[in-house]
């Protein structure tokens, strides 16, 4: 029957065809078309204009419904002479088996209902009969056997499909076991996160807080360095006059002042006594001498470390 429907082919209009008739007999062709297809809906034709195009579209397809419709009845006939050469066997089977007794009404019930089985396990594995021809029996044995072995064959094609796929969804549980434990894991990092926000969000205001008083702080003394700087430099500050020199001059001057100590001691008992312009005069000189031998040797005290330092 499929053969038969897959035959007809669907004819379609082409230049070629359109030529072949007159555009006359097409509008009559349509037309009775038409008129058969609304009579047996029960409605009638509605008006519509004919144009070119319009007869050109329903042409095609009432050459189609034609093909499809002619093709439907051949198929049709086909079932009804198989109906009636089924019919009529069935007919020639009762009439045999009501001859040698084997009629259905005769039968005990346990041996309907294995026909019956039988008949559906038959139709089941689409057979017709027991037994094939000889040389078909040669080849494949009986087709209920051949029938039981694709049966067996389909089986084990689906045991081995049920493994692999039980196979499979093993794999599928083991993974989704791994990302389930995966998941709880950055769940509970997750949490673990969201509580540590909060102190670490204090501490960083903290860090602020800190940063902007250590930045606050960092301008004083930059502002306090810039002043001592202009300081040592309005005061003549080298630096070459660095803690070391400072410390060994402040230890020459200690010594200067033991040597003058005397002197000065000397001096003011001078004062003491009376006045003769001679002697003052003389003692002036002598002083002013050890003062002048003084001032030059902390010159050249002061000049030495200079000299050690570079």
């Known amino acids: ?39 047996a809906a029960g409605k009638e ?14 042409y095609n397809l009432a050459t189609v419904s034609q093909a499809k419709t002619q093709a439907a ?18 007919a020639r089977i009762r009439e045999i088996l009501e001859n040698v007794g084997l009629a259905q009404e005769s039968l005990p019930s346990n041996v309907v209902a294995s026909a019956q089985v039988l008949a559906n396990v038959a139709n089941l594995l689409n057979i017709r009969d027991t037994e094939l021809s ?20 389909r089986k084990t094609g689906v045991d081995e499909k049920r493994a692999k ?40 205001e903290n860090w602020k807080t800190n940063l902007g008083v250590m930045a606050s702080k960092e301008r ?29 001059m402040a230890e020459h001057r200690k010594d200067l002042e033991k040597k003058t100590k005397p002197i000065l001691d000397t001096l003011r008992s001078y004062q003491d006594l009376p006045p003769d312009k001679a002697l003052a005069a003389l003692a002036i000189e ?4 050890q003062y002048a031998a003084a001032e030059k040797y902390l010159e050249d005290v002061l000049q030495s470390a200079l000299a050690t330092s570079d």
């Open 1 to 39: 029957m499929n053969e038969m429907i897959s035959g007809v082919g669907e004819p379609v209009v082409t230049d070629a065809t359109k030529g072949g008739g007159s555009n006359a007999a097409r509008i009559a062709e349509v037309k009775a078309w038409l008129a058969a297809q609304f009579d």
């Open 45 to 58: 034709v509605p008006d519509f204009e004919y144009t070119p195009r319009s007869i050109a579209h329903l």
């Open 73 to 90: 009845n051949i198929v049709a006939n086909d079932f009804r002479q198989k109906a009636a050469e089924y019919r009529s066997q069935a």
């Open 134 to 153: 000889r040389w078909e029996e040669k080849q494949n044995g009986s087709s209920f056997l051949v029938a039981m072995g694709d049966i067996s064959l």
């Open 165 to 204: 796929v039980h196979k499979e969804s093993k794999t599928l549980l083991e993974y989704t076991r791994k990302a389930i434990a995966r998941l709880t894991y950055l769940k509970r990092t997750l949490a673990q996160l969201e509580d540590d926000v909060a102190p670490c969000d204090a501490q960083m």
């Open 220 to 248: 004083q003394y930059m502002q306090q360095y810039n002043n001592y700087k202009a300081l040592l430099n309005r005061v003549g500050y080298t630096p070459e006059i660095n803690h070391g020199v400072l410390v060994e």
């Open 286 to 289: 002598d002083k002013k001498r």
